[in-house]
């Protein structure tokens, strides 16, 4: 049976022959169709045009009353899999503990590792599907999630088994990643080396022996993983088959950027802090910038240069970081509306981040991220709204009426 959309106000993010990205000045642009209407069959977009539309008797109608139709966001960056809250933490650094100062207390991710470790594959997995149900209400429908707080090979590899069965287990498109060096466990804080050898010669091999992982991470700043150690662990995942996605220039010019466009990563993320070297490793190659401006919000932290990479010619895309320490939440019309606010984007560039560029950082532009024929139908119906800027500029108002995934309407 096919879906046939309606009285649609406008059509947002509409390409006939999408590029993989959108970069530089082009970010600005989005095509839009006026007055619109869309055929959805097999889960995929066949067709769309504007006016009237005659539908076969046995189609479902959907009636959009004049709202927007867009695809639904690609959130590229996310730690959702996690077996605790933090929000004590923030109690310390309203007194004045930084988020490193709060790490080597055996906060942070630290603190996340204990509680994974004493939380069964199952448990974790109730907790997680969950937190998929909410972004999915929220528009995303597809979302790149980490492993890293396990530290250990066994508690690695149950986060990525929650992760494999939530992509089995409910409706989205989802890409995993392993991020066993996203801190040094105490036991290793003498010697660092060791840890970066158990990655190396024990997680990696282990992680691709059961293909539980597109993606490979390290959180590539200071205090945490250098710039050699990264090389290391990357260079192993290269050997197992995994892409680097980086957390990197989070906390200082780390050189995260360097080594993860040396072995071209689909994305380095973060990225608070770039200079001239930052932006000619990025323009030398094909990575993803990725800005995630809730981790600054609520950190506290400065926001990245958004500008400065857009001006640099480069392209950007936004994600949640939803995880427990340094960003609580994968609400990504919040992040558009960061975007504007805090990262100074054009509503139209916010729109390609969190689309097209989004779906480019996780590796899913092929099927993802634009009003294409033969792409997957996940798209968001907005309430009628004066135009798209409208949506990240009423803040904290979702703007959202329904999301369609694999081209079926979600209660
Ligand atoms: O992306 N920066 C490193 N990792 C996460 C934080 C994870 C945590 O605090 O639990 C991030 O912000
Ligand atoms: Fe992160």
């Known amino acids: ?40 069959e097999q889960e995929k977009i066949v067709c769309y045009g504007t006016g009237e539309v005659l539908p076969f008797t046995d189609d479902e ?31 310390d650094k309203i007194r004045g503990l930084s988020y490193e100062e709060i790490a080597k207390r055996g906060g942070g991710i630290l603190n996340s590792a204990s509680l994974m470790a004493a939380t069964e594959e199952s448990q974790l997995f109730d907790l997680s599907l969950p937190r998929v149900m909410e972004i999915l209400k929220s528009g995303t429908g597809a979302v790149e999630i980490k492993s890293g707080y396990g530290l250990n090979t066994g508690d690695e590899l149950k986060m990525l088994r929650v992760i494999k069965r939530l992509r ?89 950027i360097q080594v993860g466009v040396k072995y071209e990563a689909q994305s380095v993320d973060h990225l608070e802090y770039i200079g001239s070297n930052e932006l000619d490793a990025l323009k030398s190659g094909n990575t993803m910038p990725t800005l995630l401006p809730g981790a600054s919000f609520f950190l506290g932290l400065d926001y990245a240069p958004a500008r400065k990479l857009i001006e640099a010619g480069l392209p950007v895309a936004l994600a949640s970081d939803y995880n427990p320490g340094s960003s609580p939440s994968g609400n990504m019309e919040f992040v558009m509306s960061l975007g504007i606010t805090q990262l100074k984007m054009l509503p139209n560039e916010v729109f390609n981040a969190v689309t097209q560029n989004g779906a480019y950082a996780m590796g899913v532009e092929g099927f993802l991220g634009s009003i294409t024929p033969g792409k997957l139908a996940n798209l968001i119906l907005t309430v009628p709204m004066p135009g798209f800027g409208f949506m990240p500029y009423s803040y904290g108002t979702s703007q959202i009426q329904k999301v369609i995934i694999n081209g079926e309407i979600q209660s």
Request: glycine share 8%; with cysteine; aromatic share 8%.
């Open 1 to 40: 049976m096919r879906l046939v959309l309606k009285n649609i106000g406008k059509l947002l993010g509409v390409e006939n022959e999408p590029t993989p990205f959108v970069a530089g000045a082009r970010m600005e642009h989005i095509n839009v169709i006026d007055d619109a209407w869309l055929v959805i």
């Open 61 to 91: 109608v959907l009636d959009c009353k004049g709202g927007m139709v867009m695809p639904a966001f690609c959130d590229s960056h996310t730690h959702l899999v996690y077996a605790g809250s933090r929000e004590r933490e923030y109690e």
């Open 168 to 256: 089995e287990e409910t409706p989205l498109t989802i890409r995993s990643t392993f991020l066993g060096a996203h801190a040094f466990p105490d036991a290793y804080k003498n010697n660092r080396d060791q840890y970066v050898q158990l990655v190396v010669e024990e997680m990696i091999p282990a992680v691709a022996g059961e293909q539980l992982a597109d993606y490979i991470d390290v959180f590539c700043d200071r205090g945490f993983f250098s710039v050699e150690q990264t090389d290391r662990i990357l260079e192993a995942g290269q050997k197992n088959g995994l892409i680097p996605k980086i957390h990197a220039n989070e906390l200082d010019y780390s050189g995260g």
